[in-house]
């Protein structure tokens, strides 16, 4: 079983939709969750960054995480078609200076 | 704007030769920069931890000697990819985290490397 399974997509919803995204993870060390937007050929954005359980809220973004199922998700609200890239979760046990496990990308298009 | 910064962003190179990727961290010190590979629709996978002042540390599968890394000051590391062949054909990301915790880790624009 892989560390961090991500379902690749491709994910393609109308724009103005809510848009789900989840990874579920293995390790219960990991504590510290992440999500980055990738776009084409560049490098990764972090989007939000979450500690243990719980959601946060930026924006547009919201972050869950439920480590009692190893679940985590992103939900994107009024999707807007430059939301359309790929959207990597990723995760860490101590967060500092050490290594973070990424999932294999949801890649995410917005329909105008 | 972007706080760490990647050159070059593509190169094409013969097979034999070798490559130099540099990382830079623009507004901030970074004793601390990762280095990853990504093939295509495939997730990023660290291939080593650059520390300054100090050798790099490798991850497990990852040639030492073929990817050579040096990270000279705390603004700067570098990633030659030596004696390239084809198989070396990927892209390449750095990264650095600010304020000491990984979870705020910047990440530069990405080094797409040819090998012909």
């Known amino acids: 079983q892989k560390e961090v399974e991500q379902d690749p997509g491709p994910l393609s919803v109308p724009e103005g939709a809510i848009v789900s995204l989840n990874c579920t993870y293995s390790?219960?060390?990991?504590?510290?969750f992440m999500w980055y937007r990738q776009y084409s050929r560049k490098g990764p954005e972090l989007l939000m960054y979450?500690?243990?359980?719980g959601n946060k809220e930026d924006g547009r973004f919201t972050a869950q995480v439920d480590k009692s199922s190893k679940y985590i998700s992103l939900f994107i609200r009024d999707s807007q078609p430059s939301d359309s890239a790929t959207y990597l979760c990723?995760?860490?046990?101590?967060?500092?200076?050490?290594?973070?496990?990424f999932g294999k990308g949801t890649r995410l298009h917005i329909l105008p | 704007g972007a706080v760490v910064s990647q050159h070059p962003s593509w190169v094409i190179c013969k097979s034999g030769t070798s490559v130099k990727i540099e990382c830079r961290s623009l507004?901030?010190?970074?004793?601390?920069m990762f280095w990853y590979r990504q093939f295509p629709k495939q997730s990023l996978m660290l291939m080593a931890t650059?520390?300054?002042?100090?050798?790099?540390?490798?991850e497990q599968g990852v040639e030492k000697d073929k990817f050579l890394i040096n990270h000279a000051s705390l603004t700067l590391s570098t990633l030659t990819v030596t004696s390239a062949h084809p198989e070396d054909s990927s892209f390449y990301i750095c990264?650095?985290?600010?304020?000491?915790?990984?979870?705020?880790?910047?990440f530069g624009q990405g080094t797409r490397l040819t090998v012909v």
């Open positions: 650059s520390n300054e002042g100090s050798k790099a540390t490798y």
């Open positions: 390790n219960s060390a990991f504590q510290y």
């Open positions: 990723a995760m860490s046990a101590r967060g500092r200076d050490d290594k973070i496990i």
């Open positions: 979450t500690y243990s359980s």
């Open positions: 990264s650095a985290p600010r304020g000491g915790s990984n979870t705020e880790a910047f």
């Open positions: 507004d901030f010190q970074a004793t601390t």
